[in-house]
């Protein structure tokens, strides 16, 4: 049986460990939710700016067409740095693949192939309503 000293110093231990699993949890999920969640689109910028600034109809339509030249500007200037992002990670891959076994060059391959595929529909231009 444990004494009272012991009793106090596991459930210590227990509260501790047990606060670190549930704030790396409480972390993952915020991290995760916030890098899922998608940007947002013009269309609800433009609805939070005229409920919050209380836009008139013509400052709605002069917003939005800012709002819209903009975005071809963002398009652009993600158009020209795209290829050093590109760079730094196609180098940062070979690296990798120099290390792995073919069995996990397999899957490593297959996980790249994943993550472009969802990087191809993130980076797809958003549609206004």
């Known amino acids: 049986m444990l ?3 012991h009793k106090a110093q596991l459930i210590i231990i227990s509260a501790f460990v047990l606060g670190i699993i549930v704030g790396a949890s409480g972390q993952y999920l915020v991290l995760h939710n916030s890098l899922s969640k998608p940007a947002n689109s013009n269309q609800e910028i433009l609805d939070s ?12 339509s002069q917003v939005e067409q800012i709002i819209n030249e903009s975005q071809v500007k963002y398009q652009d200037l993600r158009t020209q740095t795209r290829p050093l992002y590109d760079a730094v990670r196609n180098e940062t891959r070979k690296r990798i693949s120099a290390i792995l076994s073919p069995e ?3 899957l ?3 996980r790249n192939r994943e993550l472009d595929a969802k990087r191809a529909q993130k980076e797809k231009p958003p549609t206004s309503k």
Do not use: P
């Not at 700016?49 to 709605?60: A, H, N, P, S």
């Open 3 to 5: 004494n009272n000293k």
């Open 49 to 60: 700016l005229t409920r919050e600034v209380k836009l008139t109809k013509d400052q709605r």
């Open 104 to 106: 996990q060059q397999t």
């Open 108 to 110: 490593f391959d297959q």
